[in-house]
Nanobody, 120 residues
Framework: QVQLAESGGGLVQPGGSLRLSCAAS????????MGWYRQAPGKQRELVATINSGHGTNYADSVKGRFTISRDRAANTVSLQMNSLKPEDTAVYYC??????????????WGQGTQVTVSS
């Protein structure tokens, strides 16, 4: 069993900052990549940012220059620093981990989601 536990969501005013964190635990052999996705009401889940085992990163165009993803490989954690937040960033944010539970078996795992609301 693998668990991803998120923290750090909340309500913030436009222009403000929030930091999301996610910790992976359980039967983990190795983590290929971790990332953040979000889903706004009435919309499909979309990629926000990912970081791979070599610390290579990928960002959605809408968050480039405002969000920064980072990872602690030893602690199996990933964080998302979100600055200059906009109302359109309001969504449920989900942590994702692509990982192997043994040398042959990999899968995508998801956290339960954390709400981020940007509003004055």
């Amino acid at each position: 069993q693998v668990q991803l536990a998120e923290s750090g969501g909340g309500l913030v005013q436009p222009g403000g900052s929030l930091r999301l964190s996610c910790a992976a635990s359980g039967s983990i052999f190795t983590i290929v990549a971790m990332g953040w996705y979000r889903q706004a009401p009435g919309k499909q889940r979309e990629l926000v940012a990912t970081i791979n085992s070599g610390h290579g990163t990928n960002y959605a165009d809408s968050v480039k220059g405002r969000f920064t993803i980072s990872r602690d490989r030893a602690a199996n954690t990933v964080s998302l620093q979100m600055n200059s937040l906009k109302p359109e960033d309001t969504a449920v944010y989900y942590c994702n981990g692509r990982l192997y539970t043994d040398p042959q078996s990999w899968n995508d795992y998801w956290g339960q989601g954390t709400q981020v609301t940007v509003s004055s």
